[in-house]
């Protein structure tokens, strides 16, 4: 999986270029036994007979050390630090357009367009996932009310192909909008890198975790999916944006938690019973769900880091990446 730069700094894509012993030698620290291993040893059991012999190996060495660095590095190491800036600008270009289409009254939405592509992800058969398949699935009711989140992402990847043609993916571009959705309206800031592969087919249906799911079945539904109970948990949590009664519909903060915990639904006094989907009301009839919940109302710091390494995950399930990422 690619970095956000996609740049390595790791001394192994320079073991070309060294004998076995002065590899060695690098990977673990020690400069000076780079060119002069032998006389580096603390060992003191060197013999005199064998001054003549180390010298001469030392000569090799050095003359070797010498000459390598005086040869050309490989294409692939001296375009790196140039990958590194490319990437790094892809990605700005990306989070620019981005932030000029979106605004707080639209995150929810383009957050929802988010868990709607990268949530049809199954393990077992590695299908679904962050692919941009969600274009070609708008029809589906479960997709009711996504095509005015992906229109304005379209017309944003439209001025970044004009820019940087062919580089950056429709799953990138609903990835990266996601992660600006949350930021925007006051969320964790969460490093999404560049990469990710198109489909052109639809993914199958049936594999979003429906509304009317109880906790067993949600937890389920998320193992298919290579997430935990509290990932589960941590993800629900997008549901404090939006219309669907938790707190300020354009804050992103731990009021989900909170409001979850009140049980308002059991109230008589008219829209309160509408807070919620079935499925966020049936978090709390799990033990370990509740724990969870009961975590992130009391600590907002903790559940913004959980939610940022959860949909970081979720932004990669399933994806498909670039050989250059």
Request: glycine share 8%; charged share 25%.
């Amino acid at each position: 999986m690619s970095s956000i730069t996609g740049f390595n700094l790791s001394f192994r894509h320079l073991y070309i270029h060294f004998p076995a012993q002065s590899r060695r030698k690098i990977e673990y620290g020690c400069t000076c036994t780079a060119v002069r291993p032998v006389l580096c040893s603390t060992s003191s059991s060197v013999s005199h007979s064998d001054e003549n012999h180390v010298s001469t190996s030392y000569s090799r060495r050095l003359m070797t050390f010498m000459i390598t660095f005086l040869l050309p590095l490989p294409k692939s190491i001296q375009s790196s630090g140039a990958d590194a800036y490319a990437a790094a600008d892809d990605l700005v270009l990306v989070q620019e357009e981005i932030r000029k289409v979106l605004s707080k009254s639209k995150a929810a939405g383009v957050l929802r367009l988010v868990f709607h592509d990268a949530g049809t992800y199954e393990m077992d058969d590695d299908s679904g996932g962050m692919n941009g398949s969600i274009s070609f699935e708008l029809d589906r009711p479960e997709n009711k009310g996504l095509k005015k989140p992906l229109k304005i992402l379209v017309e944003a990847k439209m001025i970044v192909d004009e820019k940087q043609p062919g580089y950056v993916s429709m799953a990138d571009m609903i990835a990266v909008a996601g992660a600006e959705a949350v930021s925007l309206c006051g969320g964790p800031k969460i490093p999404v890198p560049l990469g990710r592969l198109d489909s052109m087919v639809p993914d199958p249906e049936g594999k979003l975790p429906e509304e009317t799911l109880d906790a067993s079945g949600l937890k389920q539904s998320f193992q298919r999916k290579g997430f935990s109970t509290q990932e589960l948990v941590a993800l629900s949590g997008a549901h404090t944006l939006g219309s669907k009664g938790f707190g300020n519909p354009v804050i992103f903060d731990n009021a989900y938690y909170k409001v979850l915990l009140e049980k308002p639904w059991l109230s008589s006094a008219g829209m309160t019973s509408m807070v919620g989907l079935p499925s966020d009301r049936a978090l709390l009839d799990d033990d370990e769900c509740l724990r969870w919940i009961s975590k992130y109302a009391d600590d907002q710091d903790l559940f913004f880091e959980d939610f940022k390494n959860a949909y970081i995950k979720l932004v990669n399930s399933g994806a498909k990446w670039r050989r250059d990422s």
